[in-house]
T-cell receptor, first 111, second 111 residues
Framework: ETGVTQSPTHLIKTRGQQVTLRCSSQ?????VSWYQQALGQGPQFIFQ???????GRGNFPPRFSGLQFPNYSSELNVNALELDDSALYLC??????????FGPGTRLTVL | DQQVKQNSPSLSVQEGRISILNCDYT??????FLWYKKYPAEGPTFLIS?????DKNEDGRFTVFLNKSAKHLSLHIVPSQPGDSAVYFC??????????FGTGTSLTVIP
């Protein structure tokens, strides 16, 4: 059974650019949640996708958007990057209402 | 609006002794609580959970206690081992919805 994987592991962008982060969910899971973890903070919920539909969103602006594909993998897109977007981005997959399994994260640095 | 709080950023314990990590929450609607452990360069790993219908859950060396009236959660590790050294996050949710994480407690177990 393959766990949750994320790509890339590290990424450096400049202000104003756009970025796409990817997440492959654990086999059989139909729900993906994305979290942002800033340095010294706990993960903050961005949004969740269930069966390709957004199902809940945290306090993040519209320039944070996502997709879930028929195989339940997911993308997180961030437009017009700002310095404060520098963080570890975590995705977690689960069955609907089940325990969340986290990937290793993508470290994004915005210069 | 920090709905889950871990007021101790760090904790040091001698090997073999008990580690007690604390967590407070403000939302009385939370009915499902988790503890995650996180090593550097890895995503959070599920450790133990408890639902609001219980006040205690044990799994080997790990016990989670829930005091709903005080809105307080604690994780006991007995006996503590050097491999337990990591950052521990508590998280809470209304089942099926987003998780709210605390800011983490860095545990160091001294050999």
């Amino acid at each position: 059974e393959t766990g949750v994987t994320q790509s890339p592991t590290h990424l450096i962008k400049t202000r104003g650019q756009q970025v796409t982060l990817r997440c492959s969910s654990q086999s059989g899971h139909n729900t993906v949640s994305w979290y942002q973890q800033a340095l010294g903070q706990g993960p903050q919920f961005i949004f969740q996708y269930y069966r390709e539909e957004e199902n809940g969103r945290g306090n993040f602006p519209p320039r944070f958007s996502g997709l879930q594909f028929p195989n339940y993998s997911s993308e997180l897109n961030v437009n017009a990057l700002e310095l404060d977007d520098s963080a570890l981005y975590l995705c977690a997959s689960s069955f609907w209402r089940g325990e969340q399994f986290f990937g290793p994260g993508t470290r994004l640095t915005v210069l | 609006d920090q709905q889950v709080k871990q007021n101790s950023p760090s904790l040091s314990v001698q090997e073999g002794r008990i580690s007690i990590l604390n967590c407070d929450y403000t939302n009385s609607m939370f009915d499902y609580f988790l503890w995650y452990k996180k090593y550097p360069a890895e995503g959070p790993t599920f450790l133990i959970s408890i639902s609001s219908i219980k006040d205690k859950n044990e799994d080997g060396r790990f016990t989670v206690f829930l005091n709903k009236s005080a809105k307080h959660l604690s994780l006991h590790i007995v006996p503590s081992q050097p491999g337990d050294s990591a950052v521990y996050f508590c998280a809470a949710s209304v089942v099926g919805n987003q998780f709210y994480f605390g800011t983490g407690t860095s545990l160091t177990v001294i050999p």
